[in-house]
């Protein structure tokens, strides 16, 4: 639900200054096409920390990669040196400087290498370099009993996980994933942005089978997407007034998404109102009526 390519929403959690990924082992960022693969690994998995190290790292730490685990592939540019003159061989920095050549001297050669990592959230007895110390001030979650209730009673619930710093609905395994609760900045928040992405969960096949839930059908931008994404925003307000939550700038965040996804509506003028009826079919199967 939040995480659309080209929508400026408010973001209700924070993402703190660990977002970079690390390696465990020497504190050093990765860095090019790595950071964003490394991100997206931690945020779909709800990893709790984008921290990696290799297999061999993580022995010499006294862990272990857990059985099974796989791993996810780094990518580096190797380069290596070739004396001008003499036509030497240095396969990395340290060998030229071993036999002191100055780079200069050489013919740079670049070669694409990968290699497997895994996240710390994959090991047993390795401990984060990264404590969590950039809670939010005053997001002390609050639970509500009326939400809870809601939640718990939703016979349909995927399957619901915290962690990471994404919010969505996956049709493909019914599963929901979610920051995890203090790092949001009110309660209602996190409620709001729950059934959001509860009212997504309707739409699966096992239930309503909404045509609009599959996403990759017609694309993003298209009537059909937009039309989803209002139904989950229509599904998620009813939901926050009918339990009493108020998200930090409710009304205005909610209206200005909702606003940002009927102009993709606005030759479509029947599906506004089709997605109205849509949420409301999607509210009655949480509640069960």
Request: glycine share 10%; net charge positive.
């Amino acid at each position: 639900g939040l995480e659309k390519k080209g929508l400026s929403w408010f973001k209700a959690w924070s993402s703190g200054d660990d977002a970079f990924p690390i390696n465990n082992t020497t504190g050093k960022v990765y860095n090019g096409v790595n950071v964003f693969w490394l991100s997206a690994i931690t945020q779909d998995e709800g990893y709790e920390f984008n921290e990696w190290l290799t297999f061999k790292q993580a022995v010499a730490k006294g862990g272990m990669v857990r059985k099974g685990q796989k791993s996810s592939e780094v990518i580096f540019w190797n380069i290596a040196y070739k004396h001008k003159d003499d036509g030497r061989f240095f396969p990395n920095k340290k060998k030229l400087e071993a036999a002191g050549v100055k780079e200069e001297q050489c013919l740079k050669i670049f070669s694409l290498r990968t290699f497997p990592v895994f996240n710390i959230g994959q090991c047993d007895d390795i401990e984060s370099r990264r404590k969590k110390t950039e809670e939010v001030k005053g997001a002390t979650f609050k639970p509500s009993d009326r939400a809870d209730k809601i939640i718990k009673g939703y016979k349909k619930m995927p399957s619901l996980k915290h962690g990471g710093g994404r919010a969505y609905y996956s049709s493909k395994k019914h599963h929901i994933q979610m920051p995890k609760r203090d790092d949001f900045t009110a309660s209602g928040d996190y409620y709001h942005t729950l059934f959001h992405e509860m009212t997504h969960s309707t739409g699966h096949d096992t239930c309503l089978n909404r045509k609009g839930i599959a996403f990759g059908n017609e694309g993003f931008g298209s009537a059909t997407y937009s039309k989803e994404e209002l139904v989950a925003e229509i599904g998620s307000e009813f939901l926050s007034g009918l339990t009493g939550v108020e998200a930090s700038k409710g009304e205005e965040n909610s209206q200005a998404y909702i606003n940002g996804w009927i102009k993709n509506l606005k030759d479509h003028p029947k599906l506004i109102v089709n997605a109205s009826q849509q949420a409301m079919k999607s509210v009655n199967f949480i509640l069960g009526d």
